[in-house]
């Protein structure tokens, strides 16, 4: 008796369980009818590719939503029994599940604004009640099926619930017992399991979607339970209102041209970023000089010699070289709640005049969400410590050696269709700053530290092009090399590296081997986030673009340079820094002639004209990604 009790208890976990998926997946098809239209063209396959990789998310919503449920449903106590405390757990299924379905059948009518699905910034908007009750007649007029869609769909779910629990009644059940516990201990780790989304290093995100789908697909995979709960605990951007619409677009406009409509220069592009190559490592920097490759490489090349990192952090520079996004929060790009935002990047916009792509990185497949973020990014192809195959070129650390990864990265773009854009990320550069054991005796070996490092990737990079010198590739090819970011723990005895703008002092430099007599140095300020429109000038891009940096190339715009680490801020402009904690000012200096920032400048209309530039910059940064308005398309329709 007692063990039909307990099996008919398991039963209706588990079908509850099913009808929750079930639903989910309902939910899902409704919300592809309704927006079909903001999707490529789907077919019936891919739908089910959908509904397949969407199962992972699904459960890890159903089982966090559901987890004090079972808990409290599962543990083998005489309370079972009791009829209040089975009409208490039945109203705590009905209603947190029902609360979750409301949200993901809202998404119906709010996805079109954002194009992707709601995160835990929904409550700010519900927070706010001025703008949410004034917002909310709109929605309802022009949404006005989704309450009618809403109450159908979670009736149907009460009554199918409660044909489960007529189907699985019991008079006694999940007395205590060995067994009992055991089963309870189980399910609940097999909850834990769903919701971490497996047994993976690093429970999934928002963001794991993209290793499934293409990123203009990926609100198809997720559901908006996963997405909220999954966002909660991320810190959001506040709006910015400092100036109106008017005062901004005069100020600063994100959406480039600078070619209207000419024919491209159909050049290769492979973008070399060197881990934590800092300006003072290099003849560039004033000081010993490590890098004697990269130093004759400089010379026949164009150099931004006063170039500057976003951030100091390898997940900030990556999306700032490639994507065009500075650091913007304490939490890198790549795992904030923006991190599914519809981007216009390097590939992606090459991507519309026939370029193939691909991301290649030594470090274990993984690490930091690189493979994430170069799906997300628009990369066709990812290249990790796994698809290189050989661990005896492993370095016990971070990854492959640099100079066997760069050799077999060489190789491998060699059988790239053209034309390419293609980019690698060293590691060797990184700490502990050890070298293979064939170079103990080298010159390099006898350094200390980051010199060491940078000394024997700059050995590798030398290697790489003796490699590609000789491919047919390589003459129409630009080469674009430049720095993730500075190293931060370095000692500087003269003190600018060690503080202030520069602390993200890197190199940029643009080869083109077609052009080896162009020996350019440009002391324009430069920034990360200008190499994105700076390539596409060079390559006379066709199209518009949206990108917050300059091209380095743009005689009318004086490039500004941003910096953020945690709430202390500093934007270079017109040879002025101004620098601030969060929104309150610190100083402002004239940075050309006190690099070590000693003496602040006391010029209330300079330092007004520097705040100006500065809260322009910030607030149509913070809004265009709040409103996931970061391409040319949705930014110029985002009114």
Same mark, same amino acid.
Request: proline share 3%; glycine share 4%; net charge neutral.
């Given at each position: 008796?007692?063990?039909?009790?307990?099996?008919?208890?398991?039963?209706?976990?588990?079908?509850?369980?099913?009808?929750?998926?079930?639903?989910?997946?309902?939910?899902?098809?409704?919300?592809?009818?309704?927006?079909?239209?903001?999707?490529?063209?789907?077919?019936?396959?891919?739908?089910?590719?959908?509904?397949?990789?969407?199962?992972?998310?699904?459960?890890?919503?159903?089982?966090?939503?559901?987890?004090?449920?079972?808990?409290?449903?599962?543990?083998?106590?005489?309370?079972?029994?009791?009829?209040?405390?089975?009409?208490?757990?039945?109203?705590?299924?009905?209603?947190?599940?029902?609360?979750?379905?409301?949200?993901?059948?809202?998404?119906?009518?709010?996805?079109?604004?954002?194009?992707?699905?709601?995160?835990?910034?929904?409550?700010?908007?519900?927070?706010?009640?001025?703008?949410?009750?004034?917002?909310?007649?709109?929605?309802?007029?022009?949404?006005?099926?989704?309450? !009618?869609?809403? %109450?159908?769909?979670? /009736? +149907?779910?009460?009554?199918?619930?409660? &044909?489960?629990? $007529? *189907?699985?009644?019991?008079?006694?059940?999940?007395?205590?017992?060995?067994?009992?516990?055991?089963?309870?201990?189980?399910?609940?780790?097999?909850?834990?399991?769903?919701?971490?989304?497996?047994?993976?290093?690093?429970?999934?995100?928002?963001?794991?979607?993209?290793?499934?789908?293409?990123?203009?697909?990926?609100?198809?995979?997720?559901?908006?339970?996963?997405?909220?709960?999954?966002?909660?605990?991320?810190?959001?951007?506040?709006?910015?209102?400092?100036?109106?619409?008017?005062?901004?677009?005069?100020?600063?406009?994100?959406?480039?041209?600078?070619?209207?409509?000419?024919?491209?220069?159909?050049?290769? !592009?492979?973008? %070399?970023?060197?881990? /934590? +190559?800092?300006?003072?490592?290099?003849? &560039?920097?004033? $000081? *010993?000089?490590?890098?004697?490759?990269?130093?004759?490489?400089?010379?026949?090349?164009?150099?931004?010699?006063?170039?500057?990192?976003?951030?100091?952090?390898?997940?900030?520079?990556?999306?700032?070289?490639?994507?065009?996004?500075?650091?913007?929060?304490?939490?890198?790009?790549?795992?904030?709640?923006?991190?599914?935002?519809?981007?216009?990047?390097?590939?992606?916009?090459?991507?519309?005049?026939?370029?193939?792509?691909?991301?290649?990185?030594?470090?274990?497949?993984?690490?930091?969400?690189?493979?994430?973020?170069?799906?997300?990014?628009?990369?066709?192809?990812?290249?990790?410590?796994?698809?290189?195959?050989?661990?005896?070129?492993?370095?016990?650390?971070?990854?492959?050696?640099?100079?066997?990864?760069?050799?077999?990265?060489?190789?491998?773009?060699?059988?790239?269709?053209?034309?390419?854009?293609?980019?690698?990320?060293?590691?060797?550069?990184?700490?502990?700053?050890?070298?293979?054991?064939?170079?103990?005796?080298?010159?390099?070996?006898?350094?200390?530290?980051?010199?060491?490092?940078?000394?024997?990737?700059?050995?590798?990079?030398?290697?790489?092009?003796?490699?590609?010198?000789?491919?047919?590739?390589?003459?129409?090819?630009?080469?674009?090399?430049?720095?993730?970011?500075?190293?931060?723990?370095?000692?500087?005895?003269?003190?600018?590296?060690?503080?202030?703008?520069?602390?993200?002092?890197?190199?940029?430099?643009?080869?083109?081997?077609?052009?080896?007599?162009?020996?350019?140095?440009?002391?324009?300020?430069?920034?990360?986030?200008?190499?994105?429109?700076?390539?596409?000038?060079?390559?006379?891009?066709?199209?518009?673009?949206?990108?917050?940096?300059?091209?380095?190339?743009?005689?009318?715009?004086?490039?500004?340079?941003?910096?953020?680490?945690?709430?202390?801020?500093?934007?270079?402009?017109?040879?002025?820094?101004?620098?601030?904690?969060?929104?309150?000012?610190?100083?402002?200096?004239?940075?050309?002639?006190?690099?070590?920032?000693?003496?602040?400048?006391?010029?209330?209309?300079?330092?007004?004209?520097?705040?100006?530039?500065?809260?322009?910059?910030?607030?149509?940064?913070?809004?265009?990604?709040?409103?996931?308005?970061?391409?040319?398309?949705?930014?110029?329709?985002?009114?």
């Amino acid at each position: 008796m007692q063990r039909n009790a307990d099996m008919n208890l398991y039963k209706k976990i588990v079908l509850q369980v099913v009808l929750l998926l079930m639903l989910y997946q309902v939910s899902r098809l409704l919300f592809f009818v309704i927006n079909h239209h903001y999707f490529n063209e789907i077919q019936v396959f891919n739908y089910l590719k959908f509904v397949f990789y969407g199962l992972r998310f699904d459960l890890s919503a159903i089982f966090s939503i559901n987890f004090l449920y079972l808990f409290l449903a599962l543990i083998p106590l005489s309370i079972h029994n009791k009829i209040w405390y089975q009409r208490i757990l039945n109203y705590l299924f009905i209603l947190s599940n029902s609360i979750a379905f409301l949200f993901d059948l809202s998404d119906i009518g709010y996805f079109p604004y954002v194009r992707k699905r709601m995160t835990a910034e929904v409550f700010h908007l519900i927070g706010n009640k001025s703008d949410f009750i004034d917002l909310l007649p709109s929605y309802l007029q022009e949404f006005w099926y989704i309450p !009618i869609i809403s %109450i159908v769909f979670i /009736s +149907f779910f009460i009554y199918f619930n409660r &044909l489960i629990l $007529r *189907k699985c009644i019991s008079e006694k059940q999940n007395q205590f017992s060995f067994k009992t516990v055991l089963i309870y201990v189980f399910i609940l780790g097999i909850s834990v399991i769903a919701i971490r989304g497996g047994l993976q290093l690093k429970p999934i995100m928002n963001i794991n979607a993209l290793l499934a789908v293409s990123n203009e697909n990926t609100s198809l995979v997720l559901n908006t339970p996963f997405s909220i709960l999954h966002t909660l605990e991320q810190k959001k951007l506040e709006r910015l209102d400092f100036f109106t619409e008017e005062e901004i677009k005069r100020e600063f406009n994100p959406i480039k041209n600078y070619s209207k409509g000419t024919n491209s220069t159909q050049k290769n !592009i492979v973008f %070399i970023i060197l881990e /934590s +190559f800092g300006k003072q490592y290099t003849s &560039l920097g004033g $000081r *010993k000089s490590v890098t004697p490759f990269l130093d004759s490489l400089m010379m026949k090349s164009i150099v931004f010699s006063n170039a500057y990192a976003n951030g100091h952090r390898s997940a900030d520079g990556i999306p700032a070289c490639l994507a065009g996004i500075p650091i913007f929060m304490e939490e890198s790009f790549t795992t904030s709640p923006y991190s599914s935002n519809s981007l216009e990047t390097l590939p992606l916009l090459l991507k519309k005049i026939g370029y193939s792509s691909s991301f290649f990185h030594g470090g274990t497949n993984g690490t930091m969400n690189f493979d994430i973020f170069a799906k997300s990014a628009g990369f066709d192809q990812y290249f990790g410590r796994t698809e290189y195959g050989n661990d005896k070129d492993y370095d016990g650390t971070w990854g492959i050696w640099d100079e066997p990864f760069l050799q077999f990265y060489a190789n491998e773009v060699d059988k790239l269709k053209q034309p390419f854009f293609t980019s690698v990320f060293t590691l060797s550069s990184h700490e502990p700053f050890k070298i293979p054991a064939q170079y103990q005796d080298t010159s390099f070996a006898k350094l200390k530290g980051i010199y060491k490092g940078i000394s024997y990737s700059d050995h590798a990079l030398k290697k790489y092009f003796e490699t590609v010198s000789s491919k047919k590739w390589f003459s129409n090819t630009l080469f674009v090399i430049t720095a993730d970011h500075n190293f931060l723990a370095n000692n500087d005895s003269l003190g600018f590296y060690n503080n202030g703008l520069g602390l993200y002092s890197i190199p940029v430099i643009l080869y083109d081997p077609s052009s080896e007599n162009q020996n350019f140095i440009s002391t324009k300020s430069f920034q990360q986030i200008d190499i994105l429109p700076t390539v596409l000038d060079y390559l006379k891009y066709p199209h518009p673009f949206f990108a917050y940096g300059n091209s380095g190339f743009d005689t009318i715009k004086n490039n500004f340079v941003y910096t953020q680490m945690g709430d202390h801020h500093q934007f270079l402009y017109h040879d002025y820094l101004l620098v601030t904690d969060n929104y309150s000012l610190s100083g402002c200096y004239d940075f050309r002639k006190d690099s070590l920032l000693q003496y602040p400048i006391q010029n209330d209309s300079l330092i007004h004209s520097m705040m100006f530039s500065f809260k322009t910059f910030k607030q149509i940064l913070q809004n265009t990604i709040i409103d996931n308005k970061q391409t040319s398309s949705s930014f110029n329709n985002r009114n």
